[in-house]
């Protein structure tokens, strides 16, 4: 069993930055892929990057990428989602998971709550 909490979303003006956490208790965390999705109102939740277990590999959507980092601290259990460049249509509530490095929502076991980010122009 793992529990994810995510922390860190907010409102922040176009341009902005927002670093996200995700915090995991339960079983070994530096065993296992993990990743950020969102979902927007009205659409299909979305791959947005993930990381390798080790940290050594990365992959991002190509909507994020260059304004997007994804990293993660073993030692602390924490996953982190470092935004950069924010634009309307990043707003979304934001979710990570894990289990996989994939796009696919269906490769991953478990998911946290979800924190809201809200962009204003």
């Known amino acids: 069993q793992v529990q994810l909490v995510e922390f860190g979303g907010g409102l922040v003006q176009a341009g902005g930055s927002l670093r996200l956490s995700c915090a995991a208790s339960?079983?070994?965390?530096?065993?296992?892929?993990m990743g950020w999705f969102r979902q927007a109102p009205g659409k299909e939740r979305e791959f947005v990057a993930a990381i390798s277990w080790s940290g050594s590999s990365t992959t991002y959507a190509d909507s994020v990428k260059g304004r997007f980092t994804i990293s993660r601290d073993n030692a602390k259990k924490t996953v982190y989602l470092q935004m950069d460049g924010l634009k309307l249509e990043d707003t979304a509530v934001y979710y990570c998971?894990?289990?996989?490095?994939?796009?696919?929502?269906?490769?991953?076991?478990?998911w946290g709550q979800g924190t809201q980010v809200t962009v204003s122009s």
């Open positions: 339960g079983r070994t965390f530096s065993s296992y892929n």
């Open positions: 998971a894990s289990g996989s490095m994939l796009p696919s929502t269906w490769r991953y076991d478990y």
